[in-house]
C-alpha cells in the first residue's frame, strides 16, 4: 500500500508553479523524508497531501488510494503544521478536550498518560509552555488520533537539540508501532538516522526519490587524478568537487561497476548525497516507484 | 531505556560506521567482553528507537543481522536473545596469548617500530595468515596434499 500516491500533480498560486508535474508513491511502513531548499515545495506537497490544499493538476490519493481531503482520507491521517501550531491561551488539558471533541477517534487516555510522562500539567496554558512542550502537545494530540500516517511539516526547525531529539524520539517510537511518517525537514545532518526514504524537491520538481538504502547503494564516491574526471564516462557523474591534484565524483554507479585504475571508490553517506544533489539541480535520480508503475528509470541529467 | 536490558546502545555520528552496523558491533563487543552472556535479552525495539531516536527499521536490520550470525534469536512476544558467546577461549588461555604479544610487542619496540608500524604490521600478518587458510581450505581437496608455499 501506498501511503501518499501522487501522478501528474502540480499547484499553481497565480503564475507561478509551487509544484509541477510530481509522480510520486512513497510505500507505507516508512518514515519519509522531505528535503529540498526553500521555495522547492514542501510545504505544498504536504499540503496537497493532507486535503488543505487542491490541486491545479493531476491527482493525490492516500492510504491506498483514497483520495486526498475525503473524510476517509482525513480520519486517517493526523497533520501537524509548521510552528507546532496550539491556542496558546487554552491550557493542555482544554485543547484535549476540544481535540477529543472534534475527531470521532481520539485516545484520550494516551493523550493523558503521554502529558504525564512529558511533565506537562492539565491546567498549564499553551503559552507558557517551552517550545519542546508545546510541539509535544501538538504531536500528543495527532498521536491521539490513533492515525495511520504522521505528517509533519519543518516538526523539530525551532527546537533546541534536546527538545529536538526528545519529540523525534516520539514521532519514531509512533513508528515503530507501525505509523507511516512524511516529514520536511532541513536538518541533514539527522536524516540518516530518522528516514528510510527521501524525497528530494527541487524547484517545484522531484529529483530524488527512493528507499535510502537503495540510493545509497546507486551511488558512489570516486576519488582520483583531478586530470583524468573529464574523461570519467561509464556511468552518470552527479557532481564534481575539484582540486588542484584530485577530484570527487559523486556517481550513480554501485558496488558491481567497475573502478578505473588509478581511482578509488568509497561508499557516501545520505548527507553527502543530498548535498550534492541540492548543488546540482539538474541531475535526477527517481529509482523505483517514484516513476510510477510500468516507466522506465530516470538515468542522469546533468 | 527500560530497566533491566543488561547493555545501553550509543551512536557516535562521527564514525562513519552506518547505524546499524554500529549496534551489531556493541553486541559483539559486549559479548566478546563478557557484558552480555547467553540467555541475556536485548533490549526491546521500540525502547531503543524511542531513546536514541533512530529509525525502527535501523534497529529491526541490526537484530536481523544478529540473528542470521546466530548469535541470537527472537522470541515471539517477548523480544531478542542472546544465544551464542564470542569469547572462545577461557581466560587462562587469553592471559597466556596476552603474555607472548607482550613480549613480541617489546621486541618490536626494540627493533624501533612506532604504535602505527606495530599496528600495520601485525594487520598484515593478520590478514596474510587468514588469506592463507581461506587458500587451503577452499583449494583443500586431499589429493593437492600441497602445503601453502612459504618463502
Given amino acids: ?302 | 531505556m527500560a530497566a533491566g536490558s543488561a547493555i545501553e546502545f550509543r551512536l557516535d555520528p562521527g564514525s562513519g560506521v552506518p547505524t546499524y552496523l554500529q549496534l551489531v558491533q556493541q553486541v559483539e563487543h559486549a559479548l566478546r567482553l563478557g557484558y552480555l552472556k547467553p540467555g541475556d535479552q536485548l533490549p526491546k525495539v521500540r525502547d531503543v528507537v524511542a531513546s536514541l531516536a533512530i529509525n525502527p527499521n535501523t534497529v529491526l536490520k541490526a537484530y536481523k543481522e544478529l540473528e542470521t550470525k546466530g548469535l541470537t534469536a527472537g522470541r515471539p512476544g517477548q523480544g531478542t536473545f542472546i544465544q551464542a558467546t564470542l569469547s572462545q577461549v577461557a581466560l587462562p588461555e587469553l592471559t597466556g596469548l596476552r603474555r607472548s604479544l607482550s613480549g613480541w610487542l617489546a621486541a618490536a619496540d626494540g627493533a624501533g617500530l612506532d604504535r602505527d608500524g606495530m599496528v600495520a604490521l601485525f594487520s598484515s600478518a593478520l590478514r596474510d595468515f587468514y588469506e592463507r587458510r581461506r587458500g587451503s581450505r577452499t583449494r583443500g581437496s586431499p589429493a593437492s596434499g600441497e602445503t601453502e608455499g612459504v618463502a
Wanted: with cysteine; charged share 20%.
Fill in chain 1, 1 to 302: 500500500m501506498n501511503v501518499v500516491e501522487t501522478s501528474g500533480l502540480g499547484k499553481r498560486y497565480g503564475r507561478t508553479w509551487a509544484l509541477r508535474e510530481c509522480a510520486l508513491a512513497i510505500p507505507a511502513g516508512h518514515v519519509t523524508a522531505l528535503v529540498g531548499p526553500n521555495g522547492a515545495g514542501k510545504t505544498t506537497l504536504l499540503n496537497l497531501a493532507v486535503g488543505l490544499a487542491e490541486p491545479s493538476a493531476g491527482a493525490v490519493t492516500v492510504l491506498g488510494g483514497v483520495p486526498a481531503g475525503s473524510p476517509a482520507a482525513l480520519d486517517g491521517i493526523a497533520f501537524v503544521a509548521q510552528d507546532a501550531p496550539v491556542y496558546k491561551n487554552l491550557s493542555a488539558g482544554d485543547m484535549l478536550h476540544v481535540t477529543g471533541n472534534l475527531n470521532h477517534r481520539f485516545d484520550r487516555a494516551y493523550a493523558q498518560d503521554r502529558l504525564a510522562e512529558l511533565g506537562i500539567p492539565l491546567k498549564q496554558k499553551a503559552g507558557r509552555m517551552s517550545g519542546g512542550q508545546q510541539a509535544q502537545l501538538a504531536l500528543t494530540l495527532a498521536l491521539a488520533r490513533r492515525p495511520r500516517l504522521l505528517v509533519l511539516d519543518e516538526p523539530v526547525a525551532m527546537l533546541d537539540p534536546i527538545a529536538r531529539h526528545d519529540f523525534m524520539a516520539t514521532v519514531l517510537a509512533a513508528a515503530a508501532d507501525g505509523v507511516s511518517v512524511l516529514l520536511s525537514s532541513h536538518v541533514l545532518a539527522e536524516l540518516e538516522r530518522v528516514a528510510d526514504y527521501l524525497i528530494l524537491l527541487s524547484k517545484g520538481r522531484v529529483q530524488v526519490a527512493g528507499q535510502v538504502e537503495d540510493l545509497l547503494a546507486a551511488h558512489r564516491m570516486l576519488s582520483g587524478p583531478a586530470g583524468e574526471a573529464d574523461r570519467y564516462a561509464d556511468r552518470p557523474v552527479v557532481h564534481v568537487r575539484r582540486g588542484e591534484a584530485q577530484a570527487h565524483l559523486l556517481v550513480r554507479a554501485g558496488a558491481q561497476n567497475p573502478v578505473p585504475d588509478g581511482w578509488e571508490a568509497h561508499p557516501v553517506g545520505l548527507e553527502e548525497l543530498v548535498l550534492a544533489y541540492l548543488r546540482e539541480p539538474g541531475a535526477a535520480a527517481l529509482p523505483g516507484p517514484a516513476r510510477g508503475r510500468g516507466a522506465t528509470m530516470t538515468e542522469v541529467a546533468r
